[in-house]
């Protein structure tokens, strides 16, 4: 593809995403992406067939920027239990950039529509694969103790997905000392569990 051709669609890409943060996804159409990229419906249907195609497409940008942003954490020369801790609030920050950037999309940009879960199962599969990376790390440097990184990877990644909706809220406090609260209450959750020491 040519530079002005990838100049264009990554307009348009750009156009649509503003479109359906102000309007919703479902309430926007073809026409009013075309207006907002100022290029007109047939240079927009010379890129994307249709509405459902470019919403992946746009769905799909804001899930390769999060993944960038925690494969960089992965790869910094930190312990595992610091990289992992870190991992877990860029993540938590990241959606919530992602959310608010896309306007009234809100956390719905993320959890309900069928074409969002779709674009969205093979991020999961990368995510949890980093985080199994950095328990094996963990385990290699003597830092972590478990039998089964696969299923803890697992349970990390879905426990974090739950807590997107409440941390994009505000719910799990947004104060200074909260915060610093709330991330000694994960550590500690995360690292020692909830059992009294024998």
Known sequence: MSDIKVRTRELLIDAARRVFARKGIARTTMNDIAAAS?????????????KAEISSVVI?????????????????????????????YTRLEAFKE?????????????????????????????????????????????IFTMEDPEMTALIIHYSLKGLEVPYIRGLLGDTPDSLAHQKETVINL????IRRKK
């Open 60 to 88: 799909e940008n804001e899930m390769e920027r999060l993944y960038n942003m925690l494969e960089a954490v992965e790869k910094q020369d930190l312990p595992a239990d610091e990289k992992l801790i870190e991992f877990i």
């Open 190 to 193: 995360i690292f020692n569990g």
């Open 98 to 142: 992602a959310v608010t950037r896309n306007g009234s999309l809100r956390a719905n940009f993320f959890h309900d529509s069928w074409n969002v879960a779709k674009v969205r199962k093979g991020y999961n599969l990368q995510e949890i694969a980093l985080i199994k990376k950095i328990l094996n790390s963990g385990l290699d440097e003597g």
């Open 38 to 50: 100022k290029k007109g419906r047939r240079t927009l249907y010379m890129y994307f067939k249709s």
